[in-house]
């Protein structure tokens, strides 16, 4: 397949563009090199040294023989780019990643709240219209977030795949419906997947564009078949308290001895899925399109689900860390349960790759081979949902000596 | 109170600033006179002869003695300007009628769909990020629309006032929860009021906002007691198949001898409300506001349902004018039923103006005092809702000779 990943150069976009071409598709990222702007602002580096996208589309020629596009493109602002390119390419299928995609920074200051609503619903929306408008019929893949349902609205009962049967009371007695799950984001970013939603509904609906929605858990790891081949291809892993992701965060501060940040009491409970199931789960999605005048297809792309405490604990117990308990920045409920649906992945053939202590131990190894590119003032998350709310001092202020 | 009226030249906004001016509220105006560019565009003009807003300022001021402020600026793109003005007069009261407000226009091209999206998602959200970071607890009041909740899609359960009451299966029986109503827009246009609906959400539970949503029908009629006090205060009056609403349509059309363009079979049956509820209903919502804390109060700013070839026929009846059955261009179903709650309002003591033949001849006179203004060719509504869906030819090509 002609494949268009949106995003192809961040931290899911990056190894999906690698696993897609060495499945044997032809790939093209797009991509505005935001995620490494927004680091140069925040002031913070991948915790891994990840080389320009011209040097690790060269190196993956070299070391599989197999040629990356690339196109530097601002799917926000730059419209006529976007048609052109795909007009000349006219791709069977196309992954979106290219939206802001932290919750902690699209709450961290007024202009990141606007920044990742105008980015990611205009994003959106012209990739939208332009596949109306050039007719072109690829199967279009978008990674959402479990974080649109929201946690601990259902009670019991498990999060569906994207849509909740429900019964409507009428004078009559009761109506069965079929409703996309209602949406309770969680943060500004959350929000944005809830508006994406409605967007490809009514596109799917008057258009008949094939739209695949993907609500994926925490991603955590770094690297896969592809990206371990070469340092030079080797992917970003965030270790800060904007763009880290909990569990990769927990393993970089066990590599420098920093106590392990857990929020509040730790009861969040959130699904989980390694990022090499995450560039399966793409193949997937974009082999089994909905047909045309379907309602988009929403697949739960989780493998997992785990109690935020209990990972700190694993990850405690086995690197010899304590564990600090900190204001939570975020508006969220103190402990919730959490059981999710993903049947249709599992029926379309994925393997979870689940949490071990030998998948642990690699993360591991990354953090502390790299750990003297740390920041330590980077850790502590400080992006607060509402102003005024409490955030801890840094617990570190330099990196340990290396042993 | 201090009222900010956004959007306070168009067709719902002017009459309710001048209302409120009337009912001693201290009115500016806010717009960025997009209503007008747009009719620059398409090559039409309201029917009615509207003034330029600082002349109609000026009248307002030598009729009533009261003075109303204006502030030319752009929601979606003026951020900064916002926040100034939000800061300067510290409103009490929002109303926020700023967002491009006809579903054909919304469909008409790409470029009218992307322009739709930006502008409304993004004034909307400016607005709650300046509340926010300004801190200003204003009581906000949102233009919604009817077309939000979708037609037919709850059979003979009626419309509730946003939120639906539905049982959700469990393990162990079922959960009853109260939701926002699922979202089914007919159009680009539709769809932002529904994107519009979660953002109020999310900034009321985040931010403690105080937003109350107006689900709006079909408004008809033209001018209220303020209007029609000066012919320079006279309200537009649109006509053309983009911007014209139905009954006015009708009535325009019957004044000029236009058959009555009803598409498909007019069995589409639709909310209505005359302008003078409007702005009726809009100081009710801001005097009555919600909690800070609550969810945003939605309330049904509608007064009866009509089927559309029941209105045609009685237009056509008193008028003595033929009905043009013509394609449709909208995707929608030929028929559907429509009951519709309105409780809130009636609670709040609207006194309902509903359909008789004195208002229907004051809106024939209007239509027939300036009918040597109108452009027939602009009559037939061509903006379909995907390309290649038939339109009709123009019914009449020139204004019949004056009596």
Redesign the interface.
Known sequence: MRVLVLGGDGFCGWPTSLYLSDRGHDVTIVDNLSRRKIDIDLEVESLTPIRPIGERIRVWEEVSGREIGFMSLDLATE?DKLVAVLTELRPDAIVHFAEQRAAPYSMRT?ST??YT??NN??AT??LL??L??TGIDAALAHLGTMGVYGYG?????PIPEGY?????????G??E?E??H??N?GS?YH?TK??DQ??F??YAK??GLRITDLHQGIVWGTQTDQTSQDERLINRFDYDGDYGTVLNRFLMQAAIGHPLTVHGTGGQTRAFIHIRDTVRCIELAISNPPEAGDRPRVLNQITETHRVLDLAKMVGDVMGVEIAYLPNPR?EAEENDLIVRNDQFLALGLQPTTLSEGLLGEGTEIAKHYAYRADPSKIIARSV??AGMETADDLMTELPAQE
């Not at 909740?164 to 009559?172: E, I, N």
């Open positions: 419209y007024t709240k606007r609503v105008d619903v205009r929306h012209n219209t332009a109306v408008e609205w259902s009670g019991s009962a909740l049967t429900v019964k409507v009371p009428t004078p009559d009761e109506l419906r409703i996309l209602p949406a984001p500004v929000m809830t508006l409605l967007m509904a009514f008057n258009d508006r949902w509402k």
